[in-house]
Nanobody, 123 residues
Framework: QVQLVESGGGLVQAGGSLRLSCAAS????????MGWFRQFPGKEREFVIS????????DYVDSVKGRFTISRDNAKNTVYLQMRSLKPEDTAVYYC????????????????WGQGTQVTVSS
């Protein structure tokens, strides 16, 4: 049973920081690149940032460059998202998932999603 449990979201003022956590189970965690995704109201879920199996490389969208950092702890089957300098446009529900082998941001092999965690940035 694949399970993804996101936590750490909340309400923060613009310029503030949050750290999200994602606890994963049901697959061999260290065998997969992991990613964070977000969904804005009325929009499709979209890719934000990902990290390689051993944490040696990352991939991210331009809008979070210099602000978001992804990390992982393979001993704890957990991936993190450190967000700083948050902007109102970062307001969304954030999700984690496994990344399809051979890609940096595709989840098509992994249809199961967690409940996500809400991040709200006020101005």
């Amino acid at each position: 049973q694949v399970q993804l449990v996101e936590s750490g979201g909340g309400l923060v003022q613009a310029g503030g920081s949050l750290r999200l956590s994602c606890a994963a189970s049901g697959r061999t965690f260290r065998d997969y690149r992991m990613g964070w995704f977000r969904q804005f109201p009325g929009k499709e879920r979209e890719f934000v940032i990902s990290i390689s199996r051993s944490g040696g490389s990352t991939d991210y969208v331009d809008s979070v460059k210099g602000r978001f950092t992804i990390s992982r702890d393979n001993a704890k089957n957990t991936v993190y998202l450190q967000m700083r300098s948050l902007k109102p446009e970062d307001t969304a529900v954030y999700y984690c998932n496994y990344i399809k082998p051979g890609t940096w941001r595709t989840t098509e092999d992994f249809p199961s999603w967690g409940q996500g965690t809400q991040v709200t940035v006020s101005s």
